[in-house]
């Protein structure tokens, strides 16, 4: 199952309020794993999405302890679940496969998207978070991004997000080789931007980050000059592009501020381009005067308009995807069930063992031969009813999974019953009708759409 919220379905206000911030990540894993319905669970936060990715052994109980850790450490309220999406089964498999691909990026192969689902699949190992069914999701999930990439053309040309920032910057501008642009923040997305920047000629980039070590280095590797974070201020008013992806719990730039800076240059535009996840940068700024201020969404018609060749290929990208999906589900349940087949083949054994040793004593005495005739008669009844049961078993796992989930959650009721602490549950999800299908959700998410998922929830 896939909870989460994306581009498609919420603004970037509504994705930083539920971005998990990095320290916050082990802390959520750790805790979650414990939840109710929950085997196994992973989290991936990227500028553009907020997502878990849970195997579970109930899937109503595990998406409502993701909503009760959402509105317990997020605040998430009712009328603010209609930006999230519920994937089960082929539909979670066939989005964890499109997302690792860049088929689900708004830059159709764009590169970060792999190495954001490396990291956040080590994080939930070292957590101890994922086991068997979510490592061989994710390993199949990496395999597939390769295969897209090789055998279609959705990574040519791709537009990473600093690359869109710096083209946007130069729609504002014109030129950049002989602006003054100042880099908030050493981490990735800075460094990206930068090396972005002098690779078009750009000679004047100053490097302002908290860290003033790691600053430093990203300066060295340009070329560019450093300034301490605590001077900022003064390095803004002598700016024409800012570029911002600083880590940062607080805003970095406010509305009265922006307008103090903006005194000291009265007759000079300044462009700020904020890709931080939270935004670095107050949105009240943008009513200052000489100031033109865009964030992460504002990137789409750059990305629009470099992505007619990718498109073409990505339809390419999304059948071979579905096509792996569908297999690769029935495997993972075949997986599954391996170590019922196992004990029911131990079982069986033992029953023929009982049952033939009975038989020689009412009947017997026999030859060797007639012994080892006996015996291997009832070792291929064994092996047939075993091997009828592991071939059959995952072709009708939708009943054996119901019958699952139904003691299952006998079990966990009786559990409660008798438990000194019991935990809150909310209702179970209800069913919605679907408007439109996932390729067709829109780029901008409003009141009232109404988005691929499986079930919607209700407090």
């Known amino acids: 199952m896939v909870i989460g919220l994306n581009h498609r379905t919420a603004p970037v ?57 959402l ?88 537009v990473s997000v600093p690359t869109a920032a710096v083209e946007l910057a130069r729609q504002a501008l014109g030129t950049l080789p002989d602006k003054n642009v100042l880099v908030l923040g050493a981490g990735k997305m800075s460094e990206l931007s930068a090396h972005y920047l002098a690779s078009q000629g750009t000679k004047s980039i100053c490097v302002v980050n908290r860290t003033y070590e790691h600053a430093l280095e990203l300066a060295a590797s340009l070329g560019g000059t450093v300034a301490r974070f605590e001077d900022r201020f003064q390095k803004m008013s002598g700016a024409d592009l800012i570029i911002s992806s600083a880590t940062c719990p607080y805003t970095i730039l406010n509305a009265k501020d922006a307008g103090l800076i903006m005194k000291q240059r009265p007759s000079r535009p300044l462009v700020i381009v904020d890709i931080a996840m939270p935004r670095n940068i107050d949105p009240a700024v943008r009513d200052i005067p000489g100031i ?41 349940l075949a997986e599954r069930i391996v170590p019922t087949i196992v004990a029911l083949r131990s079982r069986l054994d033992e029953i023929c063992r009982q049952e033939l040793e009975s038989f020689k004593e009412e009947c017997g005495p026999f030859s060797k031969d007639e012994d080892a005739l006996l015996s291997d008669v009832t070792g291929r009844i064994t092996r047939k009813i075993s091997g009828s049961l592991a071939r059959e078993l995952p072709v009708n796992s939708r009943t054996f999974q119901k019958r699952v989930s139904k003691r299952g959650r006998q079990l966990q009721s009786s559990a409660c019953s008798n438990s000194k602490r019991l935990k809150r549950r909310l209702p179970a999800p209800i069913p919605i009708s679907l408007r439109r299908p996932v390729d067709a959700l829109p780029s901008k998410a409003s009141p009232g759409d109404s988005f691929r998922v499986s079930h919607a929830f209700c407090f």
């Open 13 to 69: 206000a509504v994705r930083e309020r539920f971005w998990i911030s990095e320290n916050r990540r082990s802390k959520a894993l750790s805790r979650l794993i414990l939840a109710e319905g929950v085997e196994e669970i992973l989290v991936l936060a990227t500028c553009n999405r907020s997502e878990f990715l849970v195997w579970a052994n109930d899937a109503s109980l595990a998406a409502n302890s993701v909503l009760r850790f």
């Open 292 to 332: 033109f201020l865009y964030y992460l969404d504002n990137l789409e018609k750059v990305v629009q308009h470099s992505s007619g060749k990718r498109e073409a290929a990505a339809i390419v990208g999304r059948r071979l995807v579905e096509e792996e999906a569908s297999g690769f589900r029935c495997r993972l």
């Open 71 to 158: 509105s317990a450490d997020y605040g998430l309220k009712l009328g603010e679940w209609r930006h999230f999406y519920r994937l089960l089964d082929d539909a979670a498999l066939i989005h964890i496969f499109r997302v690792a691909s860049g088929l689900d990026s708004w830059v159709v192969g764009e590169p970060q998207i792999v190495a954001q689902m490396k990291a956040a699949w080590q994080l939930a190992q070292d957590a101890g978070s994922t086991g068997r069914f979510l490592d061989a999701v994710m390993q199949k999930a990496l395999t597939l991004s390769k295969r897209a990439h090789s055998e279609t053309e959705i990574g040519n040309g791709a």
